[in-house]
């Protein structure tokens, strides 16, 4: 009884070359980034060494680290009196982006109706809203949550209402003629196809929703312990405390950072299995 050998199959040339490609844009990827990172802050540094640059108008990296560290306590206690507005906002608009996008998709009138007003909203700036809002809303928290909604709701909304509308219209008419009710067409068809719609306006939202939190700091102006980073940064700006403003613009651009992230990752996995856009990732 002989035992059959089995040999690898050699790539051809060019699909050598496509999987080297794939390998190198992989590594890339993550490599140039950092490298350009790196660099960066290594001329931030020199800049400050070679200018003899005061630290009270650019202080040199080490420095915010060292203030970032000493004042961790403030800082990092700030930053969840802004988280927590962040999350709030976000799941807010969540919750009134879906509901509405639903009322919409059931209802052409209801979204003729109502969609301009959700437009106007959107595109007026929140600084020229929020003295309304300040003279007819009394609760600081309520303010700023307020104000962060406003920014992130729109993405969700848009983004929802798109994909509930853009279902196959051959999907639609099978799912009638087997008698469906518009209720199941909803569950069964038009909420998945519109899944990835709605990932995608939520890792804008989720951005977005920080951002409108961190305006709303400033244009309210609290103040206090119980403050959250953009008051840290305005009493930085006055004390000229550069060093302690650097740290918390770090600490923003990196919860901004994980923030969509951590929404990416979620997109991924809800879409992984079934949608071509995470297929392809995986390929």
Not at 31 to 57: E, F, G, H, Q, T
Request: hydrophobic share 55%.
């Amino acid at each position: 009884m002989t035992t059959l050998e089995v040999r690898p199959v050699a790539l051809d040339p060019e699909e050598a070359r496509r999987v080297r490609q794939q390998r190198l844009e992989k590594i890339g990827g993550w490599v140039l980034p950092l490298a350009i990172m790196v660099v960066s802050v290594w001329l931030w540094d020199r800049l400050c060494v070679w200018n003899d640059i005061p630290k009270y108008i650019l202080p040199r990296p080490g420095v915010v680290l060292q203030t970032l560290q000493d004042d961790a306590p403030l800082l990092f206690s700030s930053l969840w009196v802004t988280l927590k507005i962040t999350f709030l906002s976000l799941a807010l608009a969540i919750v009134g982006g879906v509901g509405l996008a639903v009322l919409f998709a059931q209802s052409k009138w209801v979204e003729m109706s109502f969609f301009p007003f959700a437009v106007i909203l959107q595109v007026t700036p929140i600084v020229a809203i929020f003295p309304l809002i300040n003279i007819y809303v009394d609760n600081q928290t309520a303010k700023l949550l307020l104000c962060a909604w406003i920014v992130a709701f729109f993405p969700i909304l848009s983004n929802t209402t798109l994909g509930l509308n853009s279902v196959d219209r051959n999907l639609r008419d099978l799912f009638r003629l087997n008698g469906a009710s518009r209720w199941q067409e909803l569950w069964h068809l038009r909420l998945p196809a519109a899944m990835p719609y709605f990932l995608g306006g939520l890792k804008i939202a989720g951005g977005l929703s920080l951002i409108g939190a961190v305006v709303a700091e400033f244009v309210a102006g609290t103040s206090g312990q119980a403050s959250g980073l953009a008051s840290r940064i305005i009493e930085a700006g006055y004390r000229l405390n550069a060093p302690r403003l650097f740290a918390a613009l770090i600490l923003i651009s990196v919860t901004g950072i994980v923030i969509f992230l951590v929404l990416s990752l979620l997109s991924h996995l809800v879409l992984r299995r079934w949608h071509e856009s995470a297929l392809k990732q995986e390929a």
